[in-house]
């Protein structure tokens, strides 16, 4: 991504999600102050408008219509990253082909672009985290790595506090969790859209996700279980 303010662009697919899921009176009222927000605003007032703006999507829209507004506002895995495992599935039908491939994939990042030693790798792969998540049943469940610029300061971390402010991708919820305040985990399927997007993007069908852990409810990770529907017929 360019240079840009990345909260203006933020606040700008919120606002286009919420206007395509809910109509033009749900988001400006969900909206209300954020036009003044930007990078240079204090973390205190995106922390207090942010918190304010879940718990009005919260009031205002089902669990399924919050959802769908916040996976839009997630960041995307490459498509052209993800071509090759979308061939595959579309020539074999079996989810296990391109899970290995981006499984692969993710590997090669932590060695290659990351260039972390290989226990470090071997220990991240054990916890199951990454792109890829693994499979159980009929769900993939995947866990967030910690963020890349914070994760060796994460794994040599023994407070639980302070691993959990150290974790998440999102600025807004590691300022929040080291401010000590709180906010709707509705914020979380902003992340889970990441992997929504990605298995979405492969089989070319919709699926399902669910929350199953995050940091703001205290747990250690962030986990999404992920559901692909079986193909008809």
Same mark, same amino acid.
């Given at each position: 991504?360019?240079?840009?303010?990345?909260?203006k662009y933020w606040q700008n697919k919120l606002s286009r999600a919420l206007e395509e899921v809910a109509g033009k009176d749900i988001r400006d009222r969900i909206m209300e102050g954020s036009q003044t927000l930007s990078d240079?605003?204090?973390?205190?007032?995106?922390?207090? /408008?942010?918190?304010?703006?879940?718990?009005?999507?919260?009031?205002?829209?089902?669990?399924? @219509?919050?959802?769908?507004?916040?996976? %839009?506002?997630?960041?995307?895995?490459?498509?052209e990253a993800l071509r090759p495992m979308r061939r595959a599935f579309e020539e074999t039908g079996d989810i296990r082909v391109p899970h290995r491939m981006l499984q692969e994939q993710f590997e090669s990042f932590l060695h290659?672009?990351?260039?972390?030693?290989?226990?470090?790798?071997?220990?991240?792969?054990?916890?199951? /985290?990454?792109? @890829?998540?693994?499979?159980?049943?009929?769900?993939?469940?995947?866990?967030?790595?910690?963020?890349?610029?914070?994760?060796?300061? !994460?794994?040599?971390?023994?407070?639980?506090?302070? %691993?959990?402010?150290?974790?998440? $991708?999102? $600025?807004?919820?590691?300022?929040?969790?080291? @401010?000590?305040?709180?906010?709707?985990?509705? !914020?979380?399927?902003?992340?889970?859209?990441?992997?929504?997007?990605?298995?979405?993007?492969?089989?070319?069908?919709?699926?399902?996700?669910?929350?199953?852990?995050?940091?703001?409810?205290?747990?250690?990770?962030?986990?999404?279980?992920?559901?692909?529907?079986?193909?008809?017929?």
């Amino acid at each position: 991504m360019t240079e840009q303010d990345f909260e203006k662009y933020w606040q700008n697919k919120l606002s286009r999600a919420l206007e395509e899921v809910a109509g033009k009176d749900i988001r400006d009222r969900i909206m209300e102050g954020s036009q003044t927000l930007s990078d240079s605003s204090t973390r205190e007032d995106i922390i207090l /408008w942010s918190r304010g703006a879940m718990e009005r999507l919260d009031e205002l829209l089902d669990v399924d @219509a919050r959802k769908e507004i916040m996976t %839009r506002c997630a960041c995307q895995y490459s498509k052209e990253a993800l071509r090759p495992m979308r061939r595959a599935f579309e020539e074999t039908g079996d989810i296990r082909v391109p899970h290995r491939m981006l499984q692969e994939q993710f590997e090669s990042f932590l060695h290659d672009t990351l260039k972390l030693e290989a226990n470090i790798i071997e220990d991240i792969v054990e916890r199951g /985290w990454g792109a @890829a998540g693994i499979i159980k049943g009929d769900k993939i469940i995947a866990t967030k790595i910690p963020k890349s610029g914070y994760l060796l300061e !994460y794994l040599n971390e023994p407070d639980a506090d302070k %691993r959990r402010q150290l974790y998440c $991708h999102c $600025h807004r919820i590691r300022d929040v969790l080291k @401010a000590g305040e709180t906010i709707s985990t509705t !914020y979380c399927y902003c992340g889970a859209g990441f992997y929504k997007d990605i298995w979405e993007e492969i089989t070319q069908r919709p699926v399902e996700i669910e929350m199953l852990a995050s940091v703001l409810d205290g747990d250690d990770t962030c986990s999404i279980a992920i559901t692909i529907p079986k193909a008809d017929g």
